[in-house]
């Protein structure tokens, strides 16, 4: 791709990324699961594409920027677990009483992150536009390719060695494989990006870490609901799938399936 249409689609991007995260964060009150997921995903995205972009005429508010993006994106991770975790209890049919639990620990985990997110909406102002603008192609241009060809690289290694991997390792493989993707839509026209088999495999395996994830923090949310026989029986449960999943992960097809070249 030239360099002057990846610029383009990189400000597109990022553009569509910090507006997201603006409006959600424009809101007051508790955040539904959707808004939690969508800022932290807006959020993560603009991180990505600030360093890569790398807009030197507006550096320390965009360093300032990416710090409180970090911070939002750590005060809403409990708020996300319990979301995740209620999802879960749901499907297991659980009883009006866990249910209404599971959403109280949910409310008062919001209440000390409503506190900081006061603090924190008024760190998170992005550079200024006419700065992404400035931004060079060519050093743009030469940055992803390092970038994409690095994290290709490494997770392709690391999918090699992921029978061995502990559930950080798998962790920040998830996180490695979810950067590469963002970078790979970057060249991927809109109206392609849901048919790419390269960004589908990357999706794919990310769920397939995700739910170990998933299995893991339900587990600990769980553990804040009490001890009744119900919350200790689906705890039991959530940690016997836990521990299947992070045993079949490594060799789930979707995730072997980065081992080699990926189809185009």
């Not at 507006?19 to 997921?37: D, F, I, M, Q, Y």
């Not at 507006?58 to 995740?84: G, S, Y």
């Not at 931004?135 to 490494?154: D, I, M, S």
């Not at 798998?170 to 790419?196: F, G, K, T």
Request: hydrophobic share 40%.
């Amino acid at each position: 791709m030239k360099p002057g249409r990846l610029r383009k689609r990189w400000q597109r991007a990022l553009t569509a990324s910090l507006k997201r995260s603006e409006t959600l964060l424009r809101r007051r009150g508790p955040l539904n699961a959707t808004a939690v997921h969508d800022l932290r995903v807006a959020l993560r995205r603009a991180r990505l594409l600030l360093q890569l972009g790398n807009p030197h005429r507006d550096h320390h508010r965009t360093r300032l920027f990416r710090a409180a993006a970090r911070q939002i994106m750590d005060v809403l991770a409990p708020i996300r677990d319990f979301d995740v975790t209620l999802q879960w209890v749901r499907a297991q049919q659980a009883s009006p009483a866990l249910l209404t639990r599971v959403l109280q620990e949910r409310a008062q985990s919001w209440q000390p992150a409503e506190r900081h997110l006061r603090t924190l909406r008024r760190e998170a102002r992005p550079p200024k536009s006419r700065a992404l603008a400035k931004v060079g192609a060519e050093k743009l241009a030469a940055r992803f390719t390092k970038w994409r060809h690095a994290l290709a690289a490494r997770c392709r290694a690391d999918v090699a060695q992921a029978a061995t991997f502990a559930t950080p390792e798998l962790h920040a493989l998830r996180r490695r494989i979810r950067r590469w993707r963002y970078l790979e839509e970057l060249v991927l026209p809109r109206r392609e990006m849901a048919h790419s088999p390269v960004v589908r495999a990357l999706i794919a395996a990310q769920e397939v870490l995700g739910a170990v994830q998933d299995g893991e923090v339900i587990g600990h949310s769980l553990a804040r609901c009490g001890r009744s026989r119900e919350v200790t029986r689906l705890r039991r449960q959530i940690q016997t799938e836990l521990n299947q999943q992070r045993k079949a992960a490594p060799k789930q097809r979707a995730l072997q399936a980065l081992a080699g070249p990926l189809e185009s």
